[in-house]
């Protein structure tokens, strides 16, 4: 592995050309995006509402560096709530093809428009009645005229010195893929909870866990009465090790909050903790999230306020305190 050290030292003995080449690389790509900008949007709109409103699995295929980004491209319409899957076009003619149903939706990945392994299954696909929609690098070749739909994903160039090796052409299918992804979810008003929930594992998975499986509760919750003293207060926030404590009133419901914070300005005011409330001193107006949050909807509330806020109150329909979080709990396994 090549560690900062050595690419430095190398960069330094090329005088900067590697780094050069490295970036002039990126830029040929970026032009190739922005080229496909400048073009007119043809046929979009026509192709995302034809996808969105396809209740079958999306077929994508291609072959060799285009049959990768093909799957790319499945895999991302599958996340965002459209399913698809991916054919590679050299099995397909082999047997693979059966996967194919009457009138399924197929994009066909080509940067020559003349890929023999598509030309070959096209007649077949076109039996089918399938619809056929086309990210094509060559719009005049007979593949971008056998198709329903053809999206123009010309480059001027490929990044690589010889101009030859699919990165250019490539980057901007996968640009593209991803774009019609996502504006067909978008179209399907398909939202962050309908991703979280094709997601069940790692950090993703965690934010769907529901907030109730994660908060402190019963004897682990520092809470007090209103009428309570300061110095029993100092005792219930050390004893509960969140540095805070809720005030709550007979039944349960939440009505403020104390720190540590709180509890030390008193201290320095030189004020009697056996005299002062709880209910004098509690804060009112706190942030509190309900029961029935998911892991990712309380980091996102978290993230919306305008001050840092470490304990969090979960409390029922009824006002009434069911738990408290701290931030640490939510960051666990986030690694």
Known sequence: MLTAACAQSSSTNDEGGTVQRFRAALSVQQAALDA???RPAAGIE??????????????????????????????????????????????????DLGAVQNDNIVILLSNSGTTAELLRILPLLQARNCRLVGLIGSPNSSLARAVDYCIDVAVDREADPSGMAPTASTTLQMAVGDALAVAVSQAKGFTQA???????????????????????????????????????????????????ACVVDWRGKLLGMITDGDIRRLIQARRDLYAVRAGEIMQ????????????????????EQDRPIFVLPVVAGDGALAGLIHSYDLMQGQS
Do not use: W
Request: hydrophobic residues 50%; neutral net charge; charged residues 15%.
């Open 46 to 95: 026509a192709i995302v509402a034809l996808i969105a409103a396809e209740c079958r699995p999306i077929v994508c295929t291609g072959i060799g560096k285009s049959g990768l980004v093909a799957a790319k491209m499945a895999a991302t319409f599958s996340s965002l709530g459209t399913p698809a899957f991916s054919l590679n076009a050299a099995d397909a003619a082999h047997g």
């Open 284 to 303: 009112t107006d706190i942030r509190s999230i309900g029961v029935d949050a998911t892991v990712g909807e309380t980091i996102a509330y978290l993230r």
């Open 194 to 244: 309908d991703f979280l929930r094709h997601h069940p594992a790692g950090l993703l998975g965690r934010q769907m866990i529901p907030i109730r499986e994660l908060m402190r509760r019963g004897e682990e919750m520092p809470t007090v009465l209103p009428q309570a003293s300061a110095a029993e207060l100092l005792a219930v926030i050390g004893a509960g090790r969140l540095g805070a």
């Open 36 to 38: 496909f900008l400048a």
